[in-house]
């Protein structure tokens, strides 16, 4: 019913830069919160960085002053720009949205494939 599109994964040094992108498409009447999770290998899935319809955002304290998310409410996408990459930032990188479909009305939520981050040191 809902798809989400990642893009803009890949290798960089430490101290480099990438931005990643997700697009949202599917029965979607309106899409609450949308943002970033990841997980490392070994390690759990952590929240990154997450956005509302209104553009409140909240981060992770790991990645404050280095990540930033951004959302167009119109196109249904979602954004993160990440500067002053670490290797502690190596991950798969998931998006997710909070969406209210519009068969039912009811907010449900869903993910990306991921897309892969390595920051080499």
């Not at 919160?33 to 952590?46: D, L, N, S, T």
Request: charged share 15%.
């Amino acid at each position: 019913q809902v798809q989400l599109v990642e893009s803009g994964g890949g290798l960089v040094q430490a101290g480099g830069s990438l931005r990643l992108s997700c697009a949202a498409s599917g029965s979607i009447f309106s899409i609450n919160a949308m943002g970033w999770y990841r997980q490392a290998p070994g390690k759990q899935r952590e929240s990154v960085a997450s956005i509302t319809s209104g553009g409140s955002t909240d981060y992770a304290d790991s990645v404050k002053g280095r990540f930033t998310i951004s959302r167009d409410n119109a196109k249904n996408t979602v954004s993160l720009q990440m500067n002053s990459l670490k290797p502690e930032d190596t991950a798969l990188y998931y998006c997710y949205a909070r969406v209210q479909l519009i068969t039912t009305l009811r907010f449900s939520d869903y993910w990306g494939q991921g897309t892969q981050v390595t920051v080499s040191s």
